[in-house]
């Protein structure tokens, strides 16, 4: 019987998608999609519930808004509301709020035009009944009304409300009360705020309270003037005749316009100049005209642009390819992102893109271009800010400028920073770009500065740096590689703990255990601090490592640990007293020379000998063995330090005590 649904069109319902959000709505589209599209206007009954009165039989009050359309009477096709006394009514709620109701269409009963005598129908913003609203049409005295109808109502409103309370001449006997069966109501409008058969267009921001017409998106109120030039608009169209105040641009001067601030410039110079282009004023323009001609302007900076509008003067040659370059250079514009190239001049142009010339370009062959330029806009924000109108700044930590709509940092963050709007710190134990790195293992407690990485507690020991990524250098350990390992053979040690390389033996000087971070007790020196100082040093202890008396000798002797008799002494000294050193410093230079062949003689033996050792020891034989080669290089300097710098000394004193004498 109701074959008739499966005929229908879905395209006019989906549309209202946009405008819904509950569930409901949703499946009252996937409905919708089932049922019907009357004309070209958007009719809104699918989006509510409809009731009544009271009802006959099965004459529901959704049987109005269902098909079929005509006014042929069926209980399943019509509502119908019981004969009542004072008032009968039927209604229909719109489910998503606020609609702007355009025209109302009806099918009344066939034949019973005397029942719908007199009927009223409103648009209001309440159930309330009688209905309290706006009263769109009362079917006048005299006469019967048409039982199919159009009605204009042009309101806004939530409810509309069928509504009679004048009972009908059944026949010359019979008087009866009023009731209401509709057989098909269509309610055409737009969501608030909407227009267009399929209500996907938006109302101007321009119309007052963003209302329009459904048909043509014209105000309904009227224009906002507040950013229009001269605070003059179209009343139908809302656009700002005149032009934008306040660096804005865009039909309705809703936009932030880059323009304004940039620098304007044509070829050839022309009659009018080219900043009559970028006042504001689309009333005053700029002009030229030669075989080519170009409008450039500089924004000055690399700009992020999301659209372009152009006014163009009466007289601009229409002919020909008209071409808009975006490029970030002034001259080798062809080379750069072509924004627009067509037939026809350009007005308003959509697009994304990073530049900081805009250079627009007519090219007609043999001819001679004009070119008139009442106003230019670009839309986009001054670095570092977003919105329409740019008066929100973009976060401190985006690198760079950040999305026009949404201030989101599209060029990433800086250093240190993370999220959409780089408005998060990077988490503890990260840092640099998008906090992508990890703090140095070498930090103290793996912390470090989001932005640098460098560890803000320092290093661990054996560490240094600002990273914390360099090992201590050789013979320095422990925190901020502040100690020194001195004490070990060859002066190396582990750079955390200070742990000799080579644990078995202490340079001179120096003992305890495999750290060798104890000098020797005062009076002691040499290897394992086995030597006593020598009592002729004037002041003890002496020097720790080779004995030297450092603080000089007792009266009349000198030398490292003051073994000569000071030769000074002799030039002023009695004969006997030259005697005297004289057989003494004979004495002691032999015996110096003695101990010291000894010396090196038992130090050589104890060397082979250890190194024997040593070669033994299994399993650590060739780790050791590099350790040997710098502990007998380390040796070998030593005693030639010893042979030629202590050594020769004293010889050559002693000499000089020979043939001073
Ligand atoms: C319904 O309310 C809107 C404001 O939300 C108002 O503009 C409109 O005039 C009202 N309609 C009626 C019929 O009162
Ligand atoms: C009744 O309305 C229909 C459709 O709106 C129209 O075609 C018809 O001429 C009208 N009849 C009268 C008598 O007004
Ligand atoms: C201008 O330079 C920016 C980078 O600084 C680049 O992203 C953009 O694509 C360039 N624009 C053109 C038109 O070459
Ligand atoms: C930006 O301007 C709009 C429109 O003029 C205004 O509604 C908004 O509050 C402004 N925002 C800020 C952060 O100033
Ligand atoms: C003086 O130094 C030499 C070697 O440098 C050493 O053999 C000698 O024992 C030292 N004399 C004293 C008194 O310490």
Same mark, same amino acid.
């Given at each position: 019987?109701?074959?008739?649904?499966?005929?229908? /069109? %879905?395209?006019?319902?989906?549309?209202?998608?946009?405008?819904?959000?509950?569930?409901?709505?949703?499946?009252?589209?996937?409905?919708?999609?089932?049922?019907?599209?009357?004309?070209?206007?958007?009719?809104?009954?699918?989006?509510?519930?409809?009731?009544?009165?009271?009802?006959?039989?099965?004459?529901?009050?959704?049987?109005?808004?269902?098909?079929?359309?005509?006014?042929?009477?069926?209980?399943?096709?019509?509502?119908?509301?019981?004969?009542?006394?004072?008032?009968?009514?039927?209604?229909?709620?719109?489910?998503?709020? /606020?609609?702007?109701?355009?025209?109302?269409?009806?099918?009344?009963?066939?034949?019973?035009?005397?029942?719908?005598?007199?009927?009223?129908?409103?648009?209001?913003?309440?159930?309330?009944?009688?209905?309290?609203?706006?009263?769109?049409?009362?079917?006048?005295?005299?006469?019967? =009304?048409?039982?199919?109808? /159009?009605?204009?109502?042009?309101?806004?409103?939530?409810?509309?409300?069928?509504?009679?309370?004048?009972?009908?001449?059944?026949?010359?006997?019979?008087?009866?009360? =009023?009731?209401?069966?509709?057989?098909?109501?269509?309610?055409?409008?737009?969501?608030?705020?909407?227009?267009?058969?399929?209500?996907?267009?938006?109302?101007?921001?321009?119309?007052?309270?963003?209302?329009?017409?459904?048909?043509?998106?014209?105000?309904?109120?009227?224009?906002?003037?507040?950013?229009?030039?001269?605070?003059?608009?179209?009343?139908?169209?809302?656009?700002?005749?005149?032009?934008? &105040?306040?660096?804005?641009?865009?039909?309705?001067?809703?936009?932030?316009?880059?323009? %304004?601030?940039?620098?304007?410039?044509?070829?050839?110079?022309?009659?009018? =100049?080219?900043?009559?282009?970028?006042?504001?004023?689309?009333?005053?323009?700029? &002009?030229?005209?030669?075989?080519?001609?170009?409008?450039?302007?500089?924004?000055?900076?690399?700009?992020?642009?999301?659209?372009?509008?152009?006014?163009?003067?009466?007289?601009?040659?229409?002919?020909?390819?008209?071409?808009?370059?975006? %490029?970030?250079?002034?001259?080798?514009?062809?080379?750069?992102?072509?924004?627009?190239?067509?037939?026809?001049?350009?007005?308003?142009?959509?697009?994304?893109?990073?530049?900081?010339?805009?250079?627009?370009?007519?090219?007609?062959?043999?001819?001679?271009?004009?070119?008139?330029?009442?106003?230019?806009?670009?839309?986009?924000?001054?670095?570092?800010? #977003?919105?329409?109108?740019?008066?929100?700044?973009?976060?401190?930590?985006?690198?760079? =400028?950040?999305?026009?709509?949404?201030?989101?940092?599209?060029?990433?963050?800086?250093?240190?920073?993370?999220?959409?709007?780089?408005?998060?710190?990077?988490?503890?134990?990260?840092?640099?770009?998008?906090?992508?790195?990890?703090?140095?293992?070498?930090?103290?407690?793996?912390?470090?500065?989001?932005?640098?990485?460098?560890?803000?507690?320092?290093?661990?020991?054996?560490?240094?740096?600002?990273?914390?990524?360099?090992?201590?250098?050789?013979?320095?350990?422990?925190?901020?590689?502040?100690?020194?390992?001195?004490?070990?053979?060859?002066?190396?040690?582990?750079?955390?703990?200070?742990?000799?390389?080579?644990?078995?033996?202490?340079?001179?000087?120096?003992?305890?255990?495999? #750290?060798?971070?104890?000098?020797?007790?005062?009076?002691?020196?040499?290897?394992?601090?086995?030597?006593?100082?020598?009592?002729?040093?004037?002041?003890?202890?002496?020097?720790?490592?080779?004995?030297?008396?450092?603080?000089?000798?007792?009266?009349?002797?000198?030398?490292?640990?003051?073994?000569?008799?000071?030769?000074?002494?002799?030039?002023?000294?009695?004969?006997?007293?030259?005697?005297?050193?004289?057989?003494?410093?004979?004495?002691?230079?032999?015996?110096?020379?003695?101990?010291?062949?000894?010396?090196?003689?038992?130090?050589?033996?104890?060397?082979?000998? &250890?190194?024997?050792?040593?070669?033994? /020891?299994?399993?650590?034989?060739?780790?050791?063995?590099?350790?040997?080669?710098?502990?007998?290089?380390?040796?070998?300097?030593? #005693?030639?330090?010893?042979?030629?710098?202590?050594?020769?000394?004293?010889?050559?004193?002693?000499?000089?005590?020979?043939?001073?004498?």
């Amino acid at each position: 019987m109701k074959h008739v649904y499966k005929q229908s /069109t %879905s395209a006019d319902c989906t549309c209202l998608m946009f405008i819904v959000n509950t569930a409901e709505m949703l499946l009252l589209i996937s409905i919708a999609t089932v049922l019907l599209s009357v004309s070209a206007q958007h009719n809104l009954t699918p989006f509510g519930k409809a009731s009544q009165s009271s009802q006959y039989f099965y004459g529901r009050p959704v049987n109005a808004i269902n098909p079929p359309i005509s006014n042929t009477f069926d209980n399943d096709y019509c509502s119908h509301t019981n004969l009542e006394k004072t008032a009968a009514w039927w209604m229909f709620q719109i489910s998503f709020g /606020t609609a702007y109701i355009t025209d109302i269409t009806i099918y009344y009963r066939e034949n019973f035009a005397r029942r719908m005598d007199g009927f009223k129908l409103y648009v209001t913003n309440t159930s309330t009944i009688p209905p309290a609203g706006y009263l769109c049409y009362e079917d006048p005295d005299p006469g019967l =009304p048409n039982i199919t109808q /159009t009605i204009p109502c042009n309101q806004l409103g939530q409810y509309v409300i069928y509504f009679d309370n004048k009972g009908s001449q059944e026949n010359e006997t019979r008087y009866d009360g =009023p009731v209401v069966e509709l057989c098909y109501v269509a309610i055409n409008g737009c969501p608030k705020s909407f227009w267009g058969n399929k209500c996907d267009k938006g109302c101007s921001e321009n119309c007052v309270g963003r209302h329009c017409q459904p048909r043509n998106g014209s105000c309904v109120i009227g224009c906002n003037t507040k950013h229009c030039l001269n605070d003059i608009c179209d009343k139908q169209t809302a656009v700002c005749t005149d032009g934008c &105040k306040e660096r804005r641009t865009g039909n309705y001067c809703s936009k932030y316009n880059i323009a %304004s601030e940039g620098l304007v410039s044509q070829t050839p110079s022309g009659s009018q =100049p080219a900043n009559l282009a970028n006042d504001g004023y689309k009333i005053s323009c700029s &002009k030229t005209k030669g075989i080519t001609v170009i409008f450039q302007v500089d924004l000055q900076k690399e700009s992020i642009v999301t659209g372009v509008h152009i006014t163009f003067g009466e007289s601009t040659t229409r002919e020909g390819i008209h071409t808009i370059y975006a %490029s970030n250079t002034s001259t080798s514009w062809k080379s750069g992102t072509i924004l627009y190239k067509e037939t026809s001049l350009p007005s308003e142009i959509n697009l994304h893109a990073v530049f900081r010339y805009l250079t627009y370009e007519s090219s007609v062959e043999s001819f001679f271009s004009e070119l008139e330029v009442c106003e230019i806009g670009i839309v986009g924000c001054p670095p570092s800010y #977003y919105g329409p109108v740019c008066n929100q700044s973009c976060s401190k930590t985006c690198n760079g =400028p950040c999305d026009l709509d949404t201030g989101k940092c599209i060029f990433g963050c800086l250093n240190g920073w993370r999220g959409d709007k780089c408005e998060q710190a990077c988490k503890a134990g990260t840092y640099g770009k998008d906090c992508l790195a990890t703090c140095s293992t070498n930090c103290l407690n793996q912390q470090c500065y989001g932005v640098t990485g460098e560890c803000f507690e320092g290093c661990n020991d054996g560490w240094q740096g600002f990273d914390c990524s360099q090992r201590c250098p050789t013979g320095q350990f422990g925190k901020n590689c502040s100690m020194l390992c001195k004490g070990c053979v060859s002066g190396m040690c582990d750079p955390s703990n200070g742990l000799c390389n080579i644990t078995t033996a202490c340079n001179p000087g120096y003992i305890n255990g495999k #750290y060798c971070d104890t000098t020797c007790a005062d009076g002691f020196y040499g290897r394992n601090c086995q030597q006593v100082c020598s009592p002729l040093c004037l002041h003890q202890p002496c020097e720790r490592r080779k004995g030297e008396c450092i603080g000089g000798c007792v009266h009349g002797l000198q030398g490292f640990n003051c073994t000569q008799v000071s030769a000074n002494k002799e030039n002023i000294a009695s004969p006997v007293m030259t005697q005297v050193g004289l057989f003494t410093g004979g004495f002691l230079f032999g015996a110096l020379t003695a101990s010291l062949v000894c010396y090196i003689v038992t130090k050589k033996r104890q060397e082979r000998n &250890k190194q024997g050792n040593e070669n033994t /020891t299994p399993g650590t034989q060739s780790r050791e063995q590099q350790h040997y080669e710098d502990v007998r290089m380390e040796n070998v300097s030593t #005693y030639e330090e010893l042979t030629k710098d202590s050594m020769s000394n004293e010889y050559d004193q002693i000499n000089t005590a020979y043939v001073n004498h």
